[in-house]
């Protein structure tokens, strides 16, 4: 084995046990409550991995392994679920994600030209965080409102009809209520 | 008498009702039924005798599908109800509009339905980017718990029900039920072998059905109002109301709840308002991104599962994707084909490395770089990716488009290699 390779072993979870985050008193309050709500602890894993994900903004390494290790379940099981599934963050991400929609009616109704919109304004291209760390572009399937496509998510909040204008208006209150805090 | 039961309550300008407003027209009166003698049989044999069938996709008899589920004092004891509410079918947006608009009539017919197979504990499998939704339940069941009408003994019936709302992490494949049942358990969400089918063994090995939203929203009018009234409902051969969605470049997009039976034509010229000045109508999706197209020579077909059927599609989730003559049709099926290639899991080999193939290509005919061995490749595929040949129907369902496309729209293909681009962005 090269030290290139013992080097990889080393950051790889399995081989860092030690290193996990202990979890925070209100993110234990949190998974104990799912606890009860499934007869098999196995359940809770993706739930605590949104639970921690919420607090933390995202899933470092450290937190899954303190996940493990809570919940008695393997690292590589948890990894399994974490990566299988889109709204689990493994990298940190901005301030506020961006879910944008680019199924198929929000591609019938004009969502690239609100897509390059936002890559012109933002400088950033799927998966990529702003310099600032204010927004993170995320593509996410439909969501359940073509009726008033082409349609985004910024954090919880659903923004319908967008055009270009209203990207702007968006990016500047999201942008405000960051200076307001 | 009521004729659009799934909506009567729903009003988008305004918060949904509260329990109080809800029951003040009609609602949870079914639990007063049951309180007062209605058994399971009883309620089992109405959504028999109803013909209601599965509106998430299938269109399987819900009456039916629910008397798999072993009854009886050697059955096992634990049985699970599982509302799928995972909408992520491209072009589809009914079941949150059902969600948002009247969080009681769902929770009114989970208890239906949970009683009839003698389940005790429910999960609602809610899509995550659903925020508004979750809230909506949480809030509501809160309010019917302290109604009694959840919880331990439900109005001194015996009958418990517990409902836990789950909130997904965003992978469309959980629509599968079986991938569904294994998300649930906190494991990928891989679709299971069938059998044995989740009405024998499902949730953690115990008897489970799984309804989409649609379906247990119909359930409170068939147990209030009856079945005579339900049957009278339609005005084709199928039974009940259906909401019907119309998106794409028509004049006034939307989702209506609309009597069976009705011709294609009026949802789309009477509802949806018609196509928008300067456009015409290519073609359309009838039920959402994996079903087959349609062309205006079908217009007159009636929105029924059969009538659909006998020209090849599939009502599927009665949510319609329109086609306008100034949009490539090329770059409209690509574009689902990408949908299916990322939403692939990665369980079955011809579903895995197929749909990413296919997507690679349509990105080579929107570059003007497709060929005629390309679009011969294609064509396999609808045979490689077909029913029977992968280990679940999301690849199936990604030919329908896909093969539909290449049928109607050959012409389109052919320009788009003959003129090394895409036609319509030049
Ligand atoms: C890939 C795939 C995705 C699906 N997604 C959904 C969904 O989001 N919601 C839904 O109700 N059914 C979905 N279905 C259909 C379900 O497997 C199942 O048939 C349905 O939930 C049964 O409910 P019903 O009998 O009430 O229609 C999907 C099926 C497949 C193959
Ligand atoms: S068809 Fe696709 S989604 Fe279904 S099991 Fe196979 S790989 Fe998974
Ligand atoms: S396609 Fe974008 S919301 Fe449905």
Redesign the interface.
Known sequence: MSNGDVKMSNDMIASTATRHRKLSAEEIAEIEHEMT????K??????A??IVQKYQGWVSDESLLGISKYLG?PASDLE??AT?????YREPVGKNVI?FC????C???GCEGIKKHIKDTLDINYGETTKDGDFTLIP??????????PVM?VG?D?HRNLTPGAIDKIILDYSKSKSAE | MVNNPLTKNIDMTRPPMDIAAYEANDGYQSIKAIAKGLSSDDVLQQVKDSGLKGRGGAGFPTGLKWSFVPRGDDSPKQKYLVVNAD???????K??LLMEGDPHLMIEGMIIAAYAIHASKAYIFL??????SQQVLTRAIAEAEERGYLGKNILNTGFDLDI?V???????ICGEETALLN???????NPRAKPPFPQVSGL?GKPTIVNNVETICNLPGIITYGVDWYHGLTKGNDHGTKLF?????VKT???WELPLGLPIRELLEDYAGGMQDGLELRAF?PGG?STDFMLPQHLDVTLDYDEIAKVGSRLATG?M????NK?CPV??VG??MR?FA??SCGFCTPCRDGLPWVDEIFNEFENGRGNEKDLQILHDHVTYLGPGRTFCALAPGATAPLGSGLKYFKEDFDRHIKEKCCPYKH
């Open positions: 709500l499934y007869p098999d196995k359940a809770v894993g993706l739930e991995l949104k379940i399994g679920v299988f599934f889109n709204l689990v879910l680019d199924s198929v009616s591609w019938i109704m996410v399937p439909c969501l359940g409102d073509c009726d008033r496509a998510m919880p659903l | 909408e992520m079918e491209p072009g589809t947006f079941d949150r899509r995550g980017e659903y925020i508004v836990v789950h909130t997904s992490a965003g992978r469309y998300a649930l358990e906190g494991k990928r969400a953690w969605g119309v998106s794409g470049k997009p939307g989702c999706l991104g949510t994707i329109v086609l306008d949009t770059g409209m574009n689902l949908f990322h939403e």
